[in-house]
C-alpha cells in the first residue's frame, strides 16, 4: 500500500482572509508529498495541483496533521468535485483529538515524540511567498518538507511503539496511545 504523508504551505493568513471561515481563500503556495513506495518527496506549486490530487486520490493512505480541518480545506477550491475528504485518510491531529479532547500542535508532537523542533512556521512561509524572491520560495518548499518528514516520522514511531508523546502547556511530556493500522 502507497502511504503519501502530505502537507501544504499557503499565500495568505487567516487576517488576510477575513477569518477561519474563508480557508478557502487562503491559496496554495507549495505542497509536498512523501510516498512510500518512492521513498522520496515531491514538491507541488499551485500550477501543480491537479497532479498532487491524482497522487493523493492514488494513495492507500494519505497521513498528515490537520489535513481534514485545514490542508484538505485549502485544496477545496482546486478540485471542488472531489470529496477529499472521503480519501482514505489518517488526520494525526484528528485521531489526538478524540483521545486527548484537545488538538496539540504538531510541535508540541514532535519534541516529545522526536526531540526535534519545527523549523519555521506558516506565517515565516507566507512572507517568504510575498517576497517573490526564488531563493525564498525554496525555503517555503524546504520547510514544508521538513514537515512532512517529521511527520512521516512520528507516524512511523506510533506504528512501531503504539504512542506518541506531546508536550503539556506546562512543559511536561505525555504519552498517549495511538492505534494506527500501518
Do not use: H
Not at 22 to 36: D, E, F, M, Q
Not at 88 to 98: A, I, N, V
Not at 106 to 121: H, I, M, N, P, Y
Amino acid at each position: 500500500m502507497n502511504i503519501v504523508v502530505f502537507d501544504l504551505e499557503t499565500q495568505n493568513l487567516f487576517q488576510d482572509v477575513g477569518g477561519r471561515g474563508n480557508i478557502a481563500a487562503l491559496k496554495v503556495s507549495c505542497a509536498v508529498t512523501w510516498s512510500s513506495i518512492r521513498q522520496d518527496f515531491t514538491v507541488y506549486w499551485e500550477a501543480d495541483i491537479p497532479r498532487l490530487i491524482v497522487e493523493l486520490k492514488s494513495a492507500g493512505r494519505v497521513v498528515g496533521y490537520n489535513l481534514k480541518g485545514f490542508d484538505y480545506e485549502v485544496l477545496r477550491p482546486y478540485a471542488p468535485n472531489e470529496r477529499l475528504r472521503f480519501l482514505p485518510t489518517l488526520d494525526m491531529m484528528d485521531d489526538l483529538f478524540k483521545t486527548l479532547s484537545f488538538r496539540p500542535s504538531l510541535d508540541s508532537v514532535a519534541r516529545a515524540t522526536l526531540g526535534e523542533t519545527k523549523s519555521a512556521d506558516g506565517v515565516q512561509a507566507v512572507a517568504w511567498w510575498r517576497s517573490g524572491n526564488p531563493a525564498d520560495r525554496q525555503k517555503i518548499a524546504e520547510y514544508c518538507k521538513v514537515d512532512v518528514d517529521v511527520t512521516r516520522r512520528i507516524y512511523d514511531f506510533g506504528c512501531e511503539f503504539g504512542y506518541v508523546q506531546y508536550v503539556t502547556r506546562l512543559g511536561s511530556k505525555q504519552k498517549v496511545k495511538v492505534n494506527w493500522k500501518c
